[in-house]
């Protein structure tokens, strides 16, 4: 058997056991606060911007890739590049949740300062994942930064585990109801568009509020 083809399968051994953890966590919570950005968080852009944005999506959401392709590299470089947003992604899985936290564990488990690397990874190849690419996790850990060694104790980490957890128990206690979900400084947004979403951080980033 392939190194790799190995690692997959421990990868989605182990994805399974978060996934069943999972469902608890997944049952509709009251909407509250958001959670506050943390030292746990990924976090893309300047830690003193003074507006934040935090997304909530899923790797296997088509929607959550369509925003990546086509919203996400001018609002990088209009908001996080210019130093305007700093930009935290959190994972909220869906349907299918195997391939779903194996995706997000492939994130978690990669060097911080390439977890955005992977992000984008995930989402450009996931055409490709519903069409049959047998490559979309290969890719993915290809650029993590990350020896097949420490994405398998990472996986195997229960650390790892409580941290997804955390982010999707946050998303229920924030209101999340389907991905992508983008709050402006704790504000939820009904329309992900870059117009929208530039319209509220320029709001929030007005002098006096």
């Not at 992900?192 to 002098?207: N, W, Y």
């Amino acid at each position: 058997m392939r190194p790799f083809r190995r690692l997959f399968l421990i990868l989605a051994l182990a994805a399974t056991s978060l996934t069943a953890g999972m469902a608890a966590l997944t049952t509709p919570a009251l909407a509250g606060d958001l959670p506050p950005v943390t030292a746990e968080d990924r976090v893309l852009g300047r830690a003193d911007a003074p507006v934040t944005v935090v997304e909530y999506a899923s790797f296997v959401c088509p929607h959550c890739a369509a925003w990546h392709k086509e919203v996400y590299p001018a609002f990088k470089a209009q908001y996080i590049d210019t130093g305007k947003v700093k930009f935290v992604y959190r994972t909220l899985p869906t349907s299918p949740e195997d391939f779903a936290m194996t995706a997000a564990g492939i994130a978690r488990c990669s060097r911080p300062d390439r977890f955005f690397a992977v992000v984008d990874s995930l989402f450009d190849g996931q055409p490709g994942f519903y069409a049959g690419s047998r490559t979309w996790f290969r890719d993915a850990i290809a650029v993590g930064g990350r020896t097949d060694a420490e994405m398998k104790a990472c996986f195997e980490d229960p650390a790892t585990q409580a941290r997804i957890n955390a982010e999707i128990e946050g998303a229920g206690a924030a209101g999340v109801e389907g991905t992508p979900t983008f709050f402006v400084d704790g504000h939820k947004m009904a329309d992900p568009s870059l117009a929208s979403l530039g319209a509220a951080i320029d709001a929030a980033h007005r002098p006096g509020r």
